[in-house]
């Protein structure tokens, strides 16, 4: 009898050990945010653009990419037209959380964790390689386009190991498939192409728990609905740090994860 109740308690305790580890592995493939810091007038950000493209196609779901394109390089002779200066402030308080003397382009965030030089392949595989190995919130995404808006629904599933601080929900539109003949700059003479645009960035509410969050965003009528797509991203606005992703295209609204595909 006693026989038996050790391997009756062994079995448990394998198959503990099993589930344990399916966690463990389900945790690690959480998809990471890449947010690159770019602009059409720097003439060393056309490879970071285009390995950002290579990411977001090579581990779709995987990697949600996110081009923000910067206005301070406006000034040398060609205006970006897809730079906000919104875009150069969310880039300046990464500097300051990394503790950096200016903004520089191309500079690559990685979950809000780590900053790097954009272009650089090996290590910007190596960060998103540390990201995943970290507990992420999971976040089903629901969109409902309507004309010029689309409806955001997130369930957001916080684990215990992140409860207890003040998450926010921030959402953003992004254009993939964006072509641009450059007049002039450091740039001037070339055509770039540009994915994962950001179009609009906001919150959609702060989580301690899990929730479901809705906001509506609206959508300008120069934008591409057949190239748009929308990422929800969990980020604690005091460390910049984030935990949790997901990304969809509009057009296939509640289907499956679109990061990478057009």
Not at 140 to 167: C, F, I, M, Q, T
Not at 193 to 200: I, L
Request: hydrophobic share 45%; aromatic share 6%.
């Amino acid at each position: 009898m006693n026989v038996k109740r050790w391997v009756l308690l062994l079995v448990i305790l394998l198959g503990a050990m099993v589930r344990t580890s399916s966690a463990q592995t389900a945790d690690a493939a959480h998809p990471v945010v890449i947010e690159l810091f770019t602009s059409q007038g720097c003439s060393s950000c056309p490879p970071a653009d285009q390995l950002l493209t290579q990411l977001g196609a090579a581990d779709a779901g995987g990697v949600v990419p996110l081009s923000f394109h910067v206005d301070y390089w406006n000034h040398a002779g060609w205006t970006d037209p897809f730079s906000s200066h919104a875009w150069t402030e969310r880039q300046v308080e990464y500097m300051r959380a990394f503790r950096l003397e200016a903004p520089y382009t191309p500079q690559a965030v990685v979950d809000g964790a780590t900053q790097l030089v954009g272009s650089d392949a090996r290590e910007l595989r190596a960060a998103i390689a540390a990201a995943q190995a970290k507990p992420a919130a999971g976040i089903a995404l629901r969109l409902a386009p309507d004309g010029s808006k689309v409806a955001v629904d997130a369930d957001v599933d916080l684990p215990e190991s992140l409860r207890g601080r003040r998450w926010e929900l921030r959402v953003a539109v992004f254009e993939t498939g964006l072509v641009t003949p450059v007049g002039k700059g450091e740039n001037g003479g070339k055509t770039l192409h540009n994915d994962y645009v950001v179009r609009t960035l906001a919150s959609a509410g702060k989580v301690e728990k899990s929730a479901t969050l809705k906001t509506t965003v609206k959508l300008e009528k120069e934008w591409d609905r057949s190239h748009l797509g929308v990422a929800a991203f969990l980020q604690d606005p005091k460390t910049l740090e984030i935990r949790g992703a997901a990304v969809k295209l509009l057009a296939s609204g509640n289907g499956a994860p679109a990061a990478g595909t057009r």
